[in-house]
């Protein structure tokens, strides 16, 4: 029997050398080794091939006469998962087969030190969509003067097409697309940020511009140095040093140059204006010059808004079209008036922070009379009835309530006199300015001889707004009349300061 085996051994041998193909299951192999399952349209579960298993990979790697040899790896070996591997002599390393990838439903067991997607050599990263270039990381290496080798990166769909890169002249670098359709047409344009779709869409040769948003600075091709910070803000612009912050601020803007918007639809209609600033919701929606400033919350025109500017006139212009405070008017500061005043006017404070125009000698003039002759009573003290007004700079004396009412703060000259008919006694008579229904100062006489009465008084006084000023005659005489003949009796006001 033993005799047999080696005779059959033998002739194996024999035949393997004299043939260049073998077969197992089959007497016509079709390659150097040809294995044929025993049904194959109903295979036995023994059909196939047992590759070498292996718990571990060997502690000393096989050499250059193993390449290509193949094992299956049966547990887990530090960061490799069961599965085929081959050896690769060149990398000094077991290579997985199928499976050790990454895979279209997922991996597991992934280490962040070791795992990755990318390449292991100085070589760019494009991703793809549906066979469109959807992502890209170009080489980031960069010398001492910050000239990049490429330095553009991307991710979206249809987005940093295929710029024209010059590392010499660095065009076509440093650029980064995030989102859909994102400067899809760029060439020479370098350090440009777009992200959000259709973000400088059009952009082809445009330089350092930042767009954050969907659609903006859509139809710039090769401005430069412009900055657009939310949806479709300076969507229309093809121009330079632009700066939008907010949804369609600088919408319509086209060829406008140097302009300056913040906040919602700021600037909206202007597209060829140059040098504006507009800063609020909606703050100078309307205009369509240049060099305005316009600082509102509203739509408010130039004769509205809250602030509003003109930096193209010499001197430049700055106005405010609402009421101006100078600090808190109830604490310390004050509040300027709202309107112009007229002419020759100028601007007094109260002393409570109000501030209004004067004239500047709108001081209290004023000259009153009797309308008729008055009769006294025998009682004493009594108020002389003025009521008629030569003259009032300021319309300060009550003709019903027969007083001066001071509307101003200072010091007032007071100048009076009365005239009786004839009398023949040697009564008591007296004249007297009252303050705020008091007696401030008085001049008196007795009567002599047959004549008129004939009294004056004239003073100094301090009022203040409110205070009034009445004059009063001193009287014990029955059927005495003060005469209303306008050089005899008088009432008159002259504000000194």
């Known amino acids: 029997m033993i005799s047999k085996k080696i005779i059959f051994f033998f002739f194996l041998i024999s035949y393997l050398k004299s043939s ?3 077969g197992v299951n089959t007497t016509t192999p079709s390659a150097q080794l040809d294995i044929v399952s025993s049904n194959q349209a109903t295979p ?18 096989p050499t250059a006469s193993q390449q290509s040899m193949m094992v299956y790896l049966t547990t887990t070996s530090g960061s490799n998962q069961p599965g085929f591997y081959y050896w690769d002599n060149t990398s000094t390393s077991w290579k997985g087969i199928g499976s050790t990838g990454w895979a279209l439903t997922g991996n597991s067991g992934t280490s962040t ?3 990755f997607i990318g390449t292991t050599d100085n070589r760019d990263l494009v991703f793809k969509r549906n066979s469109a270039r959807s992502g890209y990381i170009g080489d980031a290496t960069y010398d001492a003067s910050f000239k990049y080798n490429n330095g553009n990166t991307s991710f979206g769909a249809n987005s940093l097409l295929n710029p024209t890169i010059s590392v010499a002249a660095q065009t076509g670098v440093r650029n980064v697309a995030i989102g859909s359709n994102v400067m899809p047409s760029l060439t020479s344009g370098n350090t440009n940020v777009g992200v959000g779709d259709f973000a400088l869409f ?67 209609t202007n597209s060829t204006g140059n040098g504006n600033i507009f800063i609020g919701n909606q703050a100078g929606y309307n205009e369509t010059t240049s060099n305005k400033l316009y600082i509102d919350n509203t739509t408010a025109d130039a004769n509205n808004t809250l602030i509003y500017g003109d930096l193209g006139t010499t001197p430049k212009v700055f106005r405010t079209n609402s009421q101006l405070q100078i600090g808190n008017p109830a604490v310390s500061g004050y509040a300027l008036p709202t309107t112009r005043g007229t002419n020759g006017q100028i601007l007094q404070t109260d002393g409570a922070g109000a501030t209004t125009w004067v004239d500047i000698n709108s001081f209290s003039l004023v000259r009153t009379n009797l ?12 108020k002389i009835n003025f009521d008629t007004t030569v003259f009032d700079t300021k319309g300060e004396f009550n003709t019903t309530a027969n007083r001066f009412i001071a509307t101003k703060a200072g010091y007032y000259e007071i100048n009076a006199g009365f005239h009786t008919d004839n009398q023949s006694n040697t009564q008591y008579y007296s004249i007297g300015v009252y303050k705020n229904g008091a007696l401030y100062q008085m001049s008196a006489a007795n009567h002599s001889n047959i004549g008129v009465v004939n009294r004056s008084i004239n003073c100094l006084v301090s009022l203040n ?33």
């Open 202 to 268: 059009s952009n082809t040769s445009g330089v350092a511009n930042t767009a954050l948003g969907s659609g903006t600075l859509y139809s710039n091709s090769t401005g430069t140095n412009n900055v657009a910070i939310g949806r479709n803000s300076l969507t229309s612009a093809n121009s330079n040093f632009n700066t939008a912050v907010g949804f369609a601020a600088l919408r319509t803007t086209s060829s406008g140059q140097s302009n300056t918007a913040i906040g919602f639809n700021a600037g909206y």
């Open 44 to 61: 036995s579960n023994t059909d196939g091939i047992l590759i070498p298993r292996i718990n571990a990979f060997p502690v000393t790697n």
């Open 113 to 115: 030190l070791t795992n």
């Open 465 to 497: 707004i409110g205070d009034y000023i009445e004059i009063f005659a001193e009287n014990y005489q029955s059927s005495v009349y003060i005469d209303s003949y306008t050089g005899k009796s008088y009432f008159e006001i002259k504000q000194l300061k």
């Open 20 to 22: 260049a193909q073998v």
């Open 371 to 382: 309308s008729f002759n008055q009769a006294l009573n025998t009682s004493g003290w009594q």
